[in-house]
C-alpha cells in the first residue's frame, strides 16, 4: 500500500451556520507561511496554533461565560482550581502577601497555607463578614485578598462592599470566586471585583460531567499575565469538556430558578423538623446576615441549604443510609441533589477547634439542591430525618 500524505483539510465552507457549536479537537492548527505565523503571534491577524495555547470551544464558552459575569475577555481552564491557580501562582511573586477569607473553599485555602508560603508568598485569613477584619489584616505588601460570598459549607454572607471599599482605598486587587453565588445572583465586577473566577464545574455546567473553570479581570495587563501562567504551565482545558460546558450552561438560569424555589422549600421544611437545631439558607430571616443577603444577593438564595441535625455520627449515618434517593457525594451543581457531611470530608483535617467555631459538628450538612420533584425530594429528608432521630 503506498503511504499517503496527511495534509490538513479545510472543512466545507458554509453560508449557514451550524445551530450547534462543533468540536475542535485539534491539538494543532496549520498556518501557509512563515509570514503568516509571524502575524498570528504577533496578534495582526487571528489564528490559533496549538491546543494549550487556545481553541474555539474554550473561546466560545468563554464568552458565554464573560456575558453572563458582565465582563470581557476571560479565559477558560481545566478546573476551578486551575483558575484559583491561575490568579495565585500567575500574579504574586515572592515577598508579597495575599489574603483569603477563613472560610475559602477546602482546596484554595489549602493553596494558601501551603503552597505559597514555598514560593516566599505570605497569607493570612480574615473573617470576610466583616470588613474591619480584611481592612486589619492588610499589610503594605498586600497582592490581593481572595473572597467567596457565600461561604462554604456555613452559608455565611461576606461583606462584599465592605472589602471593595477597603481594596480600592488600599490599591489592592479583590478577588472573587463566584461558584457559588453564581452570576445568576450576584455579578462581582459590580460590586468593585478586580478579578472574578468560576469552578464551571459546578452550576454553570451543571451536568458532575465536566471539570473546567473561568477567570476574568478588567485589567487586559493582568489578564495577559494570567494567561501566559495557564498556558505555560499547561491549565488550560479540552475541547470536548469546553463543549459539554457549553450545553450545560445554555439551560443554567432555567436549573438555578428550579434549584432554587426546591431549596426555599427545602430550608422552611428543615426549620421546623423536631430533630434539626440550624438551618442556613440566606433568604430565611434568621440568616445571620439575613439583611445583607437580600440586598447583595438581590433576594436570592440560590441552591445550596447547610443545615445541623442533632446526634452524633451514628445518627449522620441513619440519615444519609436511609435517605438513599439523595447521592451523598461532595460535589454540588448538578442536576441531581447531593449532600456532603464535611466533618468526613472537606474538614476532615481541620482542627476541632476551628470546625466547632463555625460549628461544623457530626450532624452538620450541607446540601446542594438539584432538579428533582420537591415532594419528592422532602420526602426522603423526611424519612432520613426520623431514621437519624431514633438511632
Ligand atoms: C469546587 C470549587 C472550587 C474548585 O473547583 P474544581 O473545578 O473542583 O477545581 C473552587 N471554589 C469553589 C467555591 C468551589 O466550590
Request: hydrophobic share 40%; with cysteine; net charge negative.
Amino acid at each position: 500500500m503506498k503511504p499517503t500524505l496527511q495534509r490538513p483539510v479545510a472543512i466545507p465552507v458554509s453560508q449557514s451556520t451550524a445551530v450547534a457549536t462543533p468540536i475542535m479537537p485539534s491539538v494543532v492548527y496549520a498556518s501557509q507561511t512563515p509570514d503568516e505565523l509571524d502575524a498570528q503571534y504577533s496578534g495582526e491577524i487571528q489564528g490559533y496554533t496549538y491546543a494549550r495555547e487556545g481553541h474555539p470551544n474554550a473561546d466560545v464558552l468563554a464568552r458565554r461565560i464573560d456575558a453572563l459575569e458582565g465582563m470581557a475577555g476571560g479565559i477558560i481552564v481545566g478546573s476551578g482550581m486551575a483558575a484559583v491557580s491561575a490568579v495565585l501562582m500567575g500574579l504574586c511573586e515572592s515577598g508579597d502577601h495575599v489574603i483569603g477569607g477563613n472560610q475559602l473553599y477546602g482546596r484554595s485555602l489549602r493553596m494558601l497555607s501551603e503552597d505559597l508560603p514555598r514560593y516566599g508568598i505570605e497569607t493570612s485569613l480574615a473573617d470576610t463578614t466583616d470588613a474591619q477584619k480584611v481592612a486589619e489584616a492588610i499589610k503594605p505588601n498586600t497582592k490581593l485578598v481572595l473572597v467567596e460570598v457565600v461561604s462554604n459549607p456555613t452559608i455565611r454572607i461576606a461583606d462584599l462592599d465592605g472589602i471593595a471599599e477597603v481594596c480600592a482605598q488600599k490599591g489592592v486587587l479583590l478577588v472573587v470566586d463566584n461558584t457559588f453565588t453564581t452570576p445568576a445572583a450576584l455579578k462581582p465586577v459590580e460590586h468593585g471585583a478586580d478579578i472574578v473566577l468560576h469552578s464551571v464545574t459546578k452550576l454553570l455546567a451543571g451536568h458532575a460531567d465536566v471539570t473546567l473553570g473561568w477567570v476574568c479581570t478588567k485589567d487586559p495587563a493582568v489578564m495577559e499575565r494570567m494567561t501566559i501562567y495557564a498556558v505555560t504551565h499547561g491549565l488550560t482545558g479540552s475541547p470536548f469538556d469546553c463543549w459539554l460546558a457549553e450545553r450545560g450552561l445554555a439551560t443554567f438560569e432555567l436549573r438555578y430558578e428550579r434549584a432554587e424555589k426546591t431549596a426555599q422549600r427545602l430550608a422552611d421544611f428543615l426549620a421546623v423538623q423536631p430533630n434539626v437545631k440550624m438551618v442556613a439558607y440566606p433568604t430565611r430571616p434568621d440568616h445571620p446576615e439575613s439583611a445583607r443577603a437580600q440586598s447583595l444577593l438581590r433576594g436570592k438564595g440560590a441552591n445550596m441549604v447547610s443545615f445541623e441535625m442533632e446526634g452524633g455520627r451514628s445518627a449522620a449515618n441513619a440519615f444519609t443510609k436511609t435517605a438513599s434517593e439523595l447521592a451523598f457525594a461532595p460535589t454540588l451543581g448538578d442536576v441531581g441533589t447531593t449532600i456532603s457531611h464535611p466533618n468526613s470530608s472537606s474538614h476532615r483535617n481541620i482542627s476541632e477547634a476551628e470546625r466547632v467555631a463555625n460549628g461544623i459538628t457530626e450532624g452538620f450538612f450541607r446540601v446542594s439542591v438539584g432538579l428533582e420533584d420537591p415532594d419528592a425530594l422532602i420526602a426522603a429528608f423526611d424519612k432520613g430525618l426520623k431514621a437519624a432521630k431514633d438511632t
